[in-house]
């Protein structure tokens, strides 16, 4: 498995703001990605971070609106930006994993907590 | 039809008691697939992968049914600890995706 951290845990934010959400991993891995998870519904993807190239957004998400950086092997950011209170959710990083499984598995970091007022 | 459904419960039932959820999910060509835990508030955890031939750990099985399309999570001598929502996890072509959960409430 690998350890993951977030930050921040929780924030409320304005309107029209925006917020960088940090996720750092233990161990250098291949595959991250970012989701959200809003109230009451499942993990959707929003996009691959990609270390050294531009992260690969699923349908729905853009990169204007979900920036992401992928600097090196452990640690990724998540901007949302120009935030509406639709933007509440929680927002989740997680890694894929080989070691110790026989197919390669997702582990998640604890989440931020954002809502926008 | 969802790539993956989910009956979003709440199953609740009593201490020792056994419960089951089912999964089903649309794409025949899926080639993996996952149990995982989420507690209130908290990050899903991974409970266990699933396989053709159905496996156990503890009191936790798990089953595939390719043909039909589902797989299936059985809890025996529930504890109150299990109480939590489960979700199923579908890989296709390293596209994963989430079921919404089953949320389960073990009662005293």
């Known amino acids: 498995s690998a350890v993951i951290s977030q930050k921040p845990s929780r924030d409320i934010c304005q309107r029209g703001t925006s917020l960088t959400i940090q996720c750092q991993v233990d161990?250098?891995?291949?595959?991250m990605f970012w989701y959200r998870q809003q109230p009451g519904q499942s993990l959707t993807l929003i996009a691959t971070?990609?270390?050294?190239?531009?992260?690969?957004?699923e349908s729905g998400f853009v990169i204007d609106k979900f920036p992401i950086s992928r600097p090196n092997l452990t640690f990724s950011t998540l901007t949302v930006s120009n935030m509406s209170p639709e933007d509440s959710s929680i927002y989740l990083c997680?890694?894929?994993?080989?070691?110790?499984?026989?197919?390669?598995?997702?582990?998640f970091g604890p989440g931020t907590r954002l809502l926008v007022l | 039809r969802k790539e993956v459904e989910q009956d979003p419960g709440p199953f609740n039932v009593p201490e020792g008691a056994t419960v089951a959820f089912n999964c089903t999910y649309s794409?025949?060509?899926?080639?993996?697939f996952f149990w995982y835990r989420q507690d209130c508030r908290k990050e899903p955890k991974l409970l266990m992968s699933?396989?053709?031939s159905g496996n156990e750990d503890g009191r936790f099985t798990a089953q595939l049914n390719r043909a039909s399309q589902y797989i299936s999570l059985l809890i025996r001598d529930s504890k109150l600890s299990d109480s939590a929502t489960y979700l199923c996890?579908?890989?296709?072509?390293?596209?994963?995706?989430f079921g919404i959960g089953t949320k389960l409430q073990v009662i005293p």
């Open positions: 997680s890694v894929e994993v080989l070691a110790g499984a026989p197919e390669k598995t997702q582990y």
């Open positions: 161990s250098q891995v291949t595959m």
């Open positions: 971070a990609n270390q050294g190239s531009e992260a690969t957004y």
């Open positions: 794409n025949s060509a899926s080639q993996s």
């Open positions: 699933v396989y053709s």
């Open positions: 996890v579908v890989n296709l072509y390293q596209k994963v995706t």
